[in-house]
């Protein structure tokens, strides 16, 4: 029956799609090309797909329009089509409530409109607000949904609407603007938009601010202004500012991107379609969805190119009296000292000061005793202070905040003075009143921050200022964890762990470097697309390949400098690589580019000419945790041992679940952890494994990895899952545990050569202290961290815990089991 219907409707609309060509014969120009599916008045779509329609396709069958789910209900949008998920690119009345399963959308014959029926006797809204009426409609297949009139010309056109994205082929036009969405699931507006002004800058904005220049947080800084720039994305992939969009005359432009992000490979058996839109998080992002003929294969989805690195830059995301940290995979929001947050489910709220203020002296001074300040040197904010003081020391600006009624926050910072003869500069202290907006992080040394706090209620959100109070830190922890905040507020703990004596020295060191000149100020801005390097580049930057770093089981590591010696790098000639295409490489390359977390090294781009492949990383100034435990003869403290570990799993967790098709790394060991200007532990070679090995999924037939940090399945031939990392991982940590190889014949007692058996026995005798040889440790820790590392080696793969349980057991929010010994030691 319904197949008689739909057949009936087919030959009703090849009927009516001739006899309109034929009419129109004379206005082929303008008229829909006969490629297009016309859909005619009388059509109708309803989200029940048993008895209706419930979208309109392209004709390529890549886009559609209709109703989709959102939110228990529906909504009506156009989206790209994939086989597991689809990508919206717009919503029609974004802000209306979706609506249920008896609503229906009819294109009428009356009033040529398209009309939204929420259900029996509801009012009708208007989808597309046409002011002729329409007499034909078209899913285009560039994505743009359109109406027509009688004469076949465009009356409306989704392009002319849009939501938080631009397809490609799509012009954002002089004052257009670009709202995010909600969130992946709900697409009513969001917090954030992407504003294309009248002076030709394209600026991204929180949502209802002023706009003004303090609001901005990434901005084209179109120089000098220009009237009537478009954003416009090109079939190509190219994000372009454009005086006109008349591709003859493209003249005036400046790109966004360049075109070595872009793939230049040929697409066989599909198309690539480019899509730039502003991010639920704020983040304006190009991303390219290669759309395979088959519409039964995943579609791969690249990120292109990316407005902001860092989602810290973010202004807004974090509330009033609050700042974003990126300790782990995701942006947190931490509290100022002396607040707490307005709804810990709710970021974008800020924080509240929470104690009420004690009524001022008459002569208007504070009554000191019953406050204190905290420093911190780590917290910057843009707002205009009340009052700014001419100070010679921190410790002048701090007592000037203390015993001031209206002062509750101060910097105190050197400031740059131009008086038209000379520059100097001097100290001021610039006196606040809460609530603070845009606070961030900031490793500026030429600021110090203090903040007027009621004695005896610091607020824990400081990561950087922690004391070494336990109990009450774990406290206050276990508070935030049931306020569901766990995998993100996390990642502080490792710092609570490494504790005030480590932050310091980090933030010290840090700001050495800077005031050196290493990092410079390219640690946010960098482009977040992979650079393409001739050879010969990279010859130069190498000297000849001179330096060597070291060799690793891909080839051997180069020191070079790029940017006239401005930036180190890493340089890895790869060799014994497989056969992969140029092709397959790159694809590669673009998917251990897009990784993007603290504890991977970074990609910075990569050569691949005839069969040279190199690749070119971040240079990692303190070598490797094998150095650092097996070489070293000071050793490293256990606190810092245990940041580590916990450093590295989240690096793997990373790998395992962040990213968009999990990695799987195969060789983890300590050779390749390496550690950052500021000690921070990174992993790398991860996505090589497969350059060599294309089907991880399948059974290895060549074994991967290093003896001693191979997990048990690689000689069984069985397949290789996660959780092959997960084994390497437990020896590492038995490894970090007690400075020492896993295997390791130099030592007095037989039984202790091979490290996990002889961790075992410690652990069935309860003698773990045998095992740090007397060091001072903390042995609840030193217990956990043993148990976990048992767990991660036990033979049997579905054993082992995930790097998810990993990670939350070493930060101590989950316990820990008894774990069984391993059998194979
Ligand atoms: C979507 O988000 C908006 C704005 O936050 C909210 O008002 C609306 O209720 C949400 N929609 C649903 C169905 O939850
Ligand atoms: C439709 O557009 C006209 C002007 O083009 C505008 O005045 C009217 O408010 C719009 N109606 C709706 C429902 O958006
Ligand atoms: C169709 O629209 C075009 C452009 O808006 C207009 O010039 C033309 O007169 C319209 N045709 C009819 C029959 O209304
Ligand atoms: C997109 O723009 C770039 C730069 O102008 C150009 O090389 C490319 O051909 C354009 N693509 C198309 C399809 O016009
Ligand atoms: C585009 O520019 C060319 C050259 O200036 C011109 O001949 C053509 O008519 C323009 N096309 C449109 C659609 O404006
Ligand atoms: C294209 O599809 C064919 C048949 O499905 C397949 O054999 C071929 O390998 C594919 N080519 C590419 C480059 O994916
Ligand atoms: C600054 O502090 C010093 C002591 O640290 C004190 O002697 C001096 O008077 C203070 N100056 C001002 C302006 O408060
Ligand atoms: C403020 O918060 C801190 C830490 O969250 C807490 O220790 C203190 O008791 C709170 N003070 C008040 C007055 O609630």
């Known amino acids: 029956m319904a197949s008689a219907t739909f057949i009936f409707l087919l030959i009703v609309l090849s009927i009516s799609l001739t006899s309109l060509i034929g009419e129109s014969a004379t206005q082929t120009k303008k008229a829909a090309s006969s490629k297009d599916k016309l859909i005619l008045p009388g059509s109708s779509l309803s989200p029940m797909i048993s008895t209706h329609k419930s979208s309109w396709p392209s004709p390529s069958g890549n886009f559609e329009f209709g109703f989709y789910e959102e939110q228990h209900g529906f909504a009506i949008g156009i989206w790209l089509v994939g086989a597991d998920e689809r990508t919206v690119v717009w919503t029609a009345n974004r802000d209306d409530p979706p609506v249920n399963s008896n609503a229906e959308l009819v294109f009428t014959t009356s009033s040529g409109k398209l009309l939204l029926r929420s259900g029996k006797g509801e009012e009708k809204r208007v989808i597309a607000n046409t002011t002729s009426s329409a007499s034909s409609a078209s899913m285009l297949d560039s994505g743009n949904f359109v109406l027509r009139n009688s004469t076949s010309d465009i009356i409306w056109e989704s392009f002319n609407h849009p939501t938080d994205t631009i397809l490609q082929g799509q012009v954002l036009p002089t004052l257009g603007q670009l709202f995010s969405s909600v969130s992946d699931t709900n697409h009513s507006t969001g917090r954030y938009h992407l504003w294309m002004q009248a002076d030709g800058n394209l600026v991204l904005y929180p949502a209802n601010t002023e706009d003004s220049s303090e609001d901005a947080y990434w901005a084209t800084n179109t120089w000098p202004p220009k009237d009537n720039l478009n954003l416009y994305l090109n079939s190509t992939g190219l994000l372009s500012l454009v005086e006109t969009t008349n591709t003859s005359e493209l003249l005036d432009y400046s790109y966004l991107n360049d075109e070595s992000s872009l793939s230049k490979d040929k697409v066989v058996n599909g198309t690539v379609i480019y899509r730039a839109t502003v991010n639920a998080d704020g983040n304006f992002k190009l991303y390219s969805h290669l759309v395979n003929k088959k519409k039964k294969d995943p579609q791969d989805v690249f990120e292109v190119w990316s407005a902001l690195r860092n989602p810290c830059e973010v202004k807004g995301r974090c509330g009033l009296n609050s700042y974003c940290t990126l300790n782990d995979v995701q942006p947190n929001c931490v509290c100022l000292p002396g607040t707490e947050y307005a709804d810990p489910d709710r970021w974008s709220l800020g924080c509240l000061r929470n104690y009420s203020k004690i009524e001022c002296e008459s002569d208007g001074k504070e009554k000191v005793k019953f406050y204190k300040i905290i420093k911190t040197e780590t917290i910057n904010w843009e707002a205009t202070p009340y009052v700014e003081l001419q100070m010679s020391t921190e410790e002048n600006c701090s007592n000037s905040c203390l015993e001031d009624c209206n002062c509750e926050a101060a910097m105190f910072e050197l400031n740059d003075i131009h008086d038209g003869i000379d520059n100097y500069n001097r100290y001021v202290c610039r006196k606040q009143k809460l609530p603070l907006s845009y606070v961030k992080r900031d490793f500026d040394s030429r600021k110090t921050a203090f903040f007027k706090v009621r004695k005896g209620s610091e607020n824990t959100g400081s990561t950087e200022k922690r004391s070494k109070d336990d109990a009450t830190d774990k406290k206050v922890l ?145 070598g490797s945790l094998a150095d650092l435990l097996f070489k070293n003869a000071m050793g490293i403290g256990w606190e810092e041992r245990v940041r580590i570990a916990v450093d590295v799993a989240r690096g793997i967790l990373y790998l395992h679940e962040e990213c968009k098709v999990p990695i799987i790394h195969c060789d983890i060991k300590p050779q390749n952890i390496l550690m950052d200007e500021v000690w921070s532990a990174k992993i790398s070679d991860f996505g090589l494994a497969k350059l060599l090995m294309p089907d991880q999924t399948r059974t290895f037939t060549v074994i991967r990895g290093t003896r001693g940090y191979m997990a048990p399945e690689w000689h069984k031939n069985t397949p290789i899952s996660v959780k092959a990392d997960v084994y390497s991982y437990g020896i590492v940590l038995l490894e970090i545990v007690c400075c020492r190889r896993n295997f390791d014949a130099n030592v007095s007692d037989a039984d202790e050569i091979v490290l996990s058996s002889w961790v075992c026995k410690c652990f069935a005798a309860r003698e773990l202290k045998k095992l740090v040889n007397g060091e001072e440790v903390d042995n609840k820790t030193l217990e956990n961290v043993v148990k976990v590392a048992l767990w991660c080696i036990q033979d049997e793969p579905a054993l082992r815990p995930s790097m998810k349980s990993v990670v939350l057991m070493l930060e101590g929010i989950t316990d820990v089991a008894i774990p069984p010994c391993p059998t194979s030691t």
């Open 478 to 622: 276990i508070q935030i964890i049931v306020l569901a905040l766990c995998s993100i507020v996390l990642s502080c703990v490792a710092l609570v762990i490494s504790g005030f004596y480590f932050a310091k020295i980090r933030v010290l060191r840090y700001k050495k470097l800077r005031d050196d000149g290493i990092l410079g100020n390219t640690t946010h801005q960098e482009e977040v697309t992979l650079r393409v390097f001739s050879y010969n580049e990279l010859k130069r930057a190498t000297n000849g390949f001179k330096e060597e770093l070291g060799k690793g089981s891909f080839g051997a590591v180069y020191k070079g400098s790029l940017n006239k010696g401005k930036k180190l790098v890493a340089v890895k000639r790869l060799e014994k690589l497989g056969e992969e295409g140029e092709r397959e490489f790159r694809a590669e390359m673009r998917a251990i580019g897009r990784t993007n977390h603290k504890n991977l090294v970074r990609l910075f781009g990569y050569c691949a000419e005839g069969s040279r492949r190199v690749l070119v990383y971040e240079y990692m100034s303190n």
